[in-house]
């Protein structure tokens, strides 16, 4: 029986960096479900297709082939055999990737996909809903968050990482619209689970942040193990 880890929050609120930290301390395979929506956002404004376009989006979906790779300094995310890591992160697909993870077909084949790669495999996945929607009955679910100064400075930063050196009230003007589009949504909709564990990171370092997590994990996996003797 798989071993899961939900991460859920708002943009930037450090889920991808504890995510990778946690899963590769533990073993686990790294699921991010934001990467996956980007994958798909990428591959439609590579051939142009319009979001109204169900045919040529459900062709999209049967054909795109996504998966994640350990690399030297993180994790890398491969599609259809391309190392995208860098490109799934543009300003261009950010703003693209709302309205792409709002269309239920896409939610659902890449529902299924993430079920999939835990079915086999002990997990920690991050994203919006994997605690309440993805995997409700998930062993540990955290809701981690920071203040929206706090976020925009990390976007900010990621952003300039890549080339792309934007004025910080721009940054900040779009978490307020990516926190705002998040909760409304009606596919995919920023959902804190009931039992998950509530974490501010906004003065927390990120060092602190995992020995805090992490602590956490291991006490639960440990439990696990326990029962299952």
Known sequence: MSFIV??????????????????????????????????????????????????????????????????????????????????????EVTDYCSDVASISEVRHKLLQEQRKMASHSDVVIEGRDTGTTVFPNADVKFFLTASSVVRARRKQQELAALGENLRFIDVLKSVYK?????????????????DSIFIDSSE?????????????????YKERDEWCI
Request: aromatic fraction near 4%; hydrophobic fraction near 35%.
């Open 204 to 220: 927390m370092e990120v060092e602190e942040l995992k020995e805090k997590m992490l602590g956490i994990v291991k006490e639960k």
């Open 178 to 194: 990516w926190d705002e589009d998040s909760v409304k949504r009606k596919e995919g909709a920023l959902k804190r689970a009931k």
């Open 6 to 91: 939900a991460i859920d929050g708002p943009t930037s609120s450090g889920k991808s960096t504890i995510s990778n930290l946690i899963s590769k301390e533990m073993g686990f395979v790294y699921i991010q479900t934001g990467a996956m929506y980007r994958c798909v956002a990428l591959e439609l404004l590579k051939h142009g297709i319009d979001l109204e376009d169900t045919e040529q989006i459900g062709k999209v979906l049967e054909e795109i082939d996504i998966h994640f790779i350990r690399g030297k300094d993180g994790q890398n995310v491969i599609m259809n055999g391309e190392d995208v890591t860098e490109q799934i992160r543009t300003k």
